[in-house]
């Protein structure tokens, strides 16, 4: 009788440990929303000079990682700081030259031997994001909305100008080396929004075209893929 009732004790204890484990388990709050991230974008050149209009499809592709931060037991707030690479291409009107004395700039006007013409800048990124999620340890379907600041170094920057008669390329050294700008992304699950607008100006100070100041801002919108 004593073994049986020993016997009976012991497994009520395992069942009442796997239970304790398994509520643990389904309440973790440890769990991190460490992401990669893959996002594509239009690029709009707000703020443009007299007569200088986009053409084509200005467009933008990143890659990355964030490391999550929680700033609750819940883990439905946090700091997101990610690391990642970022390509942009803007199509315009705005015709840059090299000269002897620098770079120059003209505005085209549609001429017939115009085909195209872009600014093409490659950026280290760093984002910055207060984070607000409903996601729990066991449930990856969840709404976002992720805020804050995205900071940029330029690796490289190529003017590309294409007629009927030449093609001319070359890396483009008047463009801003240090960007920074506000950045949102938003949605559910996998499938988000993003946005974002440069505080600071394309190119250096006193860029100028036609005796103005070329103080062009982008603002992407697109969407932005997180993968867990």
Known sequence: MKLYLVGVSFILALGVRAQTLQD???????????????GITYNFLLQQPEDVTQRSLSYGLQAGFIKDIPLNRTRTTGLGIGL???????????????????IEYEVDGGGANFNRNKLETHMLEMPIQFRWRTSTATEYRFYRIYAGVKLAYLLGARSKLVTDQFKDS?????V????????????YHSFNIHAYYMLNNLFNDGVQ?????????????GFIFYIL
């Not at 990642?84 to 004395?101: C, D, H």
């Not at 070359?170 to 008047?174: E, H, I, L, Q, S």
């Open 84 to 102: 990642g690479y970022g390509v942009y291409s803007y199509y315009s009107n705005l015709v840059a030259s090299e000269t002897a004395n620098g």
């Open 170 to 174: 070359f890396f483009n050294t008047d």
């Open 209 to 221: 075209v036609n005796d103005q100041d070329i103080g062009l801002r982008p603002l992407r919108i």
């Open 24 to 38: 643990t388990i389904s309440t973790d709050d440890r769990y991190l929303e460490d992401q990669f991230y893959l």
């Open 176 to 187: 801003r080396k240090f960007q920074y700008g506000l950045a949102l992304n938003l949605g």
